[in-house]
């Protein structure tokens, strides 16, 4: 991955990034607030030796001390300084325990002691850390005292006093904010790293294109509403989604340059990813710029056309094929446009025979003589081969890619399925794209306040003029019905439905 790649992830997570720095913040805060404040008080020591002071012997002392000084700075922890402390301020611990909360130190090439010391009180805190020098004081004295008797030629003097303390040492909220902001944003940005290198669904045409080079016709992107009002003439002209609609009709009419095909399949790899709608809008969208247009609903198994449009299903796609009617009486105008609709029919009991067969070829070939387009709503390529089979009998195939629900290794069963039957994949649309972020395919348009057209009604408002298209579409031959109706029920005994009358 590239830098544009770590940004993109970081625009797409950034609810997590802040969510994980916010909550680093707020434990850094509490723990500040929940512990106990802890003041530390400080005091200073010089060690000196005893001599005539000469040069010589001052410089031998001050070599002798350094020396020695590192030796008197580990005697502080020990139980011979600490206990006298103990005693003295009538301490409720251990030597051990209090050594926990006394540090002596001395800086390299120096003969100073600092000696501090930790409480929660700072009066006692300063208490401890003085009564720790005297102590010391003491010790060193009677340590480096001559056995023959004398005085001690070491001497140690307390320079710099203890002193309660106005703040506390610790903790240390400020420290504590920017590691909990540090800490928070580290794995923030960790757990999105993961969760885009782990999570295989597509969210975007960055996704799209590490599975395929189809090309990209459009982005549709997801509206709330759309669930209520899933066509396009039920919302305003100029919305984002009508708009979407209108730039996927014209990146078809350059995706198929040459007009070889006519008759377009709208498919997806998954149930509910927006396959339906998309054919049903994208047939509106292409009627409103002026062609003829059919809509065929071929999902014989989950039927959805007939329920966005407000149209009867009983007769549809089924009843042309067993031949119980003919097509001509089985179109249904909608709209105030020139779209024609065939729903489905009464689902059969063999879905993917009945599609394959050379009747539902026949039909769509008269259907391609009557209109300038005609759109078929597919099954999903992954559960059932519906659609593969129709594929064949189509001059091009549009695939539905539904953002974060489908994931990138059923996109390329799908592909791979398409192009086994030699389909001609004109490319691909993403459906339910989120309207800002960096997956977002359109930027928004002002809506329209004019009042909707009704255009977008969802009944059967107009009937056939006087140009219909219908009148072009060629007299049903039913000698040539039955060749190709005999020759695929030679493959399928069992066709739908049973019992029916063969026409004579």
Known sequence: MDLRDYLRILRRSWVLIVGTTLAGILIGGGTSVLTKPTYTAETQLFVAIQNSGSVQELQQGNTFSQARVQSYVRTVESPLVLQPVID???LAMTAEELAGNVTASTDLNTVLISISASDNSPVRAAAIAQSVADSLVRVVD???????????????SVIKPAVAPVTP??????????LGLLVGLALGVVGAVLRTTLDSRIRGEADLRQVTKVPLLGGISFDQDATRKPLLTQGEHQSQRAESFRQLRTNLQFANVSGRAKTLLVTSSLPGEGKSTTATNLAIAIAQAGQTVCLIDADLRRPMVNEYLGLDRNAGLTTALVGEADVNDLLQPWGDDNLYVLTSGRIPPNPSELLGAEVMHSLIMRLEQAFDTVIIDAPPLLPVTDAAVLSQHVGGVLIVVGTQKVRQHDLEKSLMALEMVGANVLGAVLNRLPPKGPDAYSYGYYASEEP???????????GKSADSPLERVPAFDRDEFDRTLYESESKTANSFPKGRNRPS
């Open 142 to 156: 009677n340590l480096e005292r001559p056995k023959t008797g004398g005085t001690s030629p070491v001497s140690l």
């Open 88 to 90: 003295t301020l009538g």
């Open 452 to 462: 909707k057209s009704s255009s977008g009604s969802r009944a059967n408002r107009s």
């Open 169 to 178: 040492s610790a903790p240390h909220t400020r420290l504590n904010l920017l």
